[in-house]
């Protein structure tokens, strides 16, 4: 039996019912790509978020790093500023202390009697160490009454101690300047051997040697110094 053919209101009705399918499944799919552009979207904006947020932590931290690093030479600075600065002032205060003790080193002459024990006792080390049978003493030529009675005295007590004669005269020839302060040097060798026992001289060692100990007495020990000469 042949088929019967579809009046226009089947056609139409099914004609409707394709539409309304085919418009369903547009809908949903374009649903179904919504939802996944949606969520392909959230993961590239995390993905992005979390990118920014480790650029912005990273140069933070370089950021952080830089001014520590400022804030710590600054600090250096100040510091060693600071310690130059009271460096300096003890420096001043010691180089005020022995530029008194130059200015007084005349007083040391004017009790003649001290000053004529002081001179035999410069000899004295001048002539043990040389060793010399023969030694010339310098002095200045306002001392040369003086010295002449260090160097008897001293003389005579090196004699009496290393057991040999020794003889010291003045050489005047090479007198010590004027405005040396005091004091005289022992020249032996034959000439070659200087040693130099003026006042001046003496107040230079005595710098040197004592300097540490002034140091310490006027500031007190330094803690970080784990060596002394």
Do not use: H, W
Not at 72 to 78: D, E, G, H
Request: aromatic fraction near 6%.
């Amino acid at each position: 039996m042949p088929a019967q053919a579809l009046s226009d209101d089947q056609v139409g009705q099914e004609l409707r019912k394709m539409t309304a399918f085919i418009k369903q499944e547009a809908v949903e799919k374009a649903r179904e790509i919504q939802i996944k552009a949606d969520e392909e979207f959230a993961i590239e904006k995390s993905k992005l978020v979390r990118q920014e947020q480790g650029a912005i932590d990273t140069q933070y931290e370089k950021k952080f790093k830089a001014a520590a690093m400022s804030q710590q030479i600054t600090r250096s600075t100040v510091a060693n500023k600071s310690r130059l600065k009271v460096l300096s002032a003890r420096q001043e205060l010691l180089d005020g202390i022995f530029e008194q003790a130059q200015k007084k080193l005349g007083d040391a002459t004017k009790d003649k009697k001290k000053y004529e024990e002081t001179l035999k006792n410069l000899l004295l080390e001048g002539l043990y160490a040389l060793n010399e049978s023969k030694v010339q003493v310098r002095a200045r030529k306002q001392d040369y009454d003086i010295v002449k009675k260090a160097i008897e005295s001293a003389c005579k007590e090196y004699s009496t101690n290393m057991k040999k004669d020794v003889s010291a005269i003045i050489d005047e020839a090479n007198p010590q300047p004027q405005d040396c302060a005091g004091g005289l040097s022992i020249v032996g060798g034959g000439g070659k051997i200087d040693i130099n026992n003026t006042l001046e001289e003496r107040l230079k060692l005595l710098q040197d040697n004592a300097l540490p100990a002034v140091r310490q007495t006027l500031f007190g020990k330094n803690e970080n110094r784990k060596f002394y000469d």
